[in-house]
């Protein structure tokens, strides 16, 4: 059974950081195309960024709305998905899903708050 | 506001059939996809390449395509399918993949 399970999330003040981790598994993770999805409190999904396999050249796309500020990044040595988010904002508030698409993680809620 | 356009909220009665549409300049070149959310759960992919269904999605599902409109059809639907339902594909001017906002399925 494939299962993706986020972590590391939590509260924090405007213009810190935070390091989301994804850990994959039941899944070939090196191959697989994975995405994080946000979604803020009572509204609905956004894509914040993609990842494609080392494979198929590694590249990372991001949506406008946090360019700059995250870091996508991936260790298929481990199996685990990171988002790195930094000058966080109080719009950046939500649940933070990882995903392949057809398997999506619990999500885990960042909470931008002073 | 999102590239891909959907109606916020639609309703269907017990055992009809109901039709949910979602607008974008991307689908006339792009598939979209389907992702049903319940309240507190994570989405789950039920339409993907315009109309196939993964593994366990009821076959009540369908999706369709025609020009700058996607659509997800429930024919029969049942309570369980009360939900949210957001579209997905590529952004057309935008950023590379968008949601629709999302719309809000009652069955009554």
């Known amino acids: 059974e494939v299962q993706l399970v986020e972590s590391g999330g939590g509260l924090v003040k405007p213009g810190g950081s935070l390091r989301l981790s994804c850990a994959a598994s039941g899944l070939t993770f090196s191959n697989a195309w994975m995405s994080w999805v946000r979604q803020a409190p009572g509204k609905g999904l956004e894509w914040v960024g993609r990842?494609?396999?080392?494979?198929?050249?590694?590249?990372?796309d991001y949506a406008a709305a946090v360019k700059g500020r995250v870091t996508i990044s991936r260790d298929d040595s481990r199996n685990i998905l990171y988002l790195q988010m930094n000058s966080l904002k109080i719009e950046d508030t939500g649940v933070y899903y990882c995903t392949t698409w057809w398997v999506w993680g619990q999500g885990t809620l960042v909470t931008v708050s002073s | 506001s999102s590239e891909l356009t959907q109606d916020p909220a639609v309703s269907v009665a017990l055992g009809q059939t109901v039709r949910i549409t979602c607008q974008g300049d991307?689908?006339?070149?792009?598939?979209a996809s389907w992702y049903q959310q319940k309240p507190g759960q994570a989405p789950v992919l039920v339409i993907y390449?315009?109309?196939k269904r993964p593994s366990g999605i009821p076959d009540r599902f369908s999706g369709s395509n025609s020009g700058n409109t996607a659509s997800l059809t429930i024919t029969g639907a049942q309570a369980e399918d009360e939900a949210d339902y957001y579209c997905?594909?590529?952004?057309?001017?935008?950023?590379?993949?968008?949601f629709g906002a999302g719309t809000k399925v009652t069955v009554l």
């Open positions: 997905h594909s590529r952004g057309s001017s935008g950023d590379p993949l968008v």
């Open positions: 390449e315009k109309n």
């Open positions: 990842i494609k396999s080392e494979s198929e050249g590694g590249t990372i």
């Open positions: 991307s689908l006339r070149r792009y598939y």
